[in-house]
């Protein structure tokens, strides 16, 4: 397969099609980016990253961040402790959705929800500033010495979390926040607001495609874990349209409102796109046509 073609012809297909949605705008910062930015990439088990378009060109990573803790969190010895704190079904509900904590007991359905996120975020910084603990492992994962917090889309996120604040209380009301709530908020907030772009988040998520193994070898999940990641992304991992991603493009993805969606080839490559506007669910409109292109063409889909 001729990636480097491939992903021209996606680009080009891409951009013939208008449709780009809506930028976030409830994150002042994210409704500055310009809509018309498309950029994707692939990496392959070895490492080599292609791409087309942005793809060098960092963007927020907002929910896709929640990936890395998960697997973070599962990682530790006490990493299965999680899942007494949080289910793994879809939730069929928006990301931010307070109604079903309150009849689930405080209990969110699964890590990749906003309620769920926050839980995860609890249980790493156990072992330290959550969103400390993501950096360094995305800084060495992707290469990229220089991966950063972008302070301002931290700070304005930060002014306007209310809703995540709501729901932080709402399960620390239930018991199940370890922190105190204005600690885990601000290590969520930083770990959405680690700036990275498609070839960084390509290279970050290959140990997902190699059945758990670092880029250097050495061995971050077992195989069942990776897997369970792997479950949990294409059950849950493109907010309440999961179904209809996992039927349109079949593939282990996580998407997050700064516009990027990551999607998993298990034992082949990963591939990251990036493009801003978004549908009323939240996953990019372009991103997720591209992705729909790339499982079409290449026939790489995991069914
Ligand atoms: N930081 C965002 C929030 O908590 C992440 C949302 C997302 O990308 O799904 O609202």
Not at 75 to 89: M, P, S, Y
Not at 147 to 173: C, G, I, K, P, Q
């Amino acid at each position: 397969m001729d990636l480097a073609s491939l992903l021209d012809r996606i680009a080009f297909d891409v951009e013939a099609d208008d449709a780009r949605g809506k930028v976030a705008d409830y994150i002042p910062a994210l409704a500055r980016v310009d809509p018309d930015r498309f950029g994707m990439a692939v990496a392959e088990l070895d490492g080599t990253v292609y791409g087309v378009g942005d793809w060098r060109q960092p963007f927020s990573i907002q929910s896709m961040s929640k990936v890395f803790t998960l697997a973070l969190v599962l990682a530790q010895a006490e990493g299965a402790d999680l899942w007494d704190r949080v289910g793994r079904e879809p939730s069929g509900d928006p990301f931010n959705s307070l109604v079903q904590l309150e009849h689930e007991d405080g209990i969110p359905r699964n890590p990749f929800i906003n309620a769920g996120a926050l839980v995860v975020t609890d249980e790493l910084a156990r072992y330290g500033d959550a969103a400390e603990e993501l950096l360094t492992f995305l800084r060495k994962e992707s290469g990229t010495p220089t991966l950063a917090f972008d302070a301002e889309v931290a700070t304005s996120e930060a002014e306007h979390a209310d809703r995540n604040r709501a729901l932080a209380y709402f399960m620390a009301a239930y018991g199940n926040m370890r922190h105190p709530v204005p600690e885990v908020l601000d290590q969520y907030v930083r770990q959405c607001a680690i700036s990275m772009s498609c070839a960084d988040l390509a290279r970050s998520s290959l140990f997902l495609a190699r059945h758990g193994i670092r880029n250097d070898g050495s061995r971050l999940l077992g195989q069942s874990e990776a897997k369970r990641v792997n479950a949990v992304m294409l059950t849950c991992g493109t907010y309440d349209a999961a179904g209809q991603f996992a039927y349109r493009v079949g593939l282990p993805a996580k998407s997050g409102v700064g516009g990027g969606i990551l999607a998993i080839v298990p034992g082949r490559c990963t591939v990251c796109v990036w493009s801003p506007g978004l549908d009323k669910r939240g996953n990019s409109v372009a991103g997720a046509t591209a992705l729909d292109l790339f499982t079409t063409l290449t026939g790489w889909s995991i069914f």
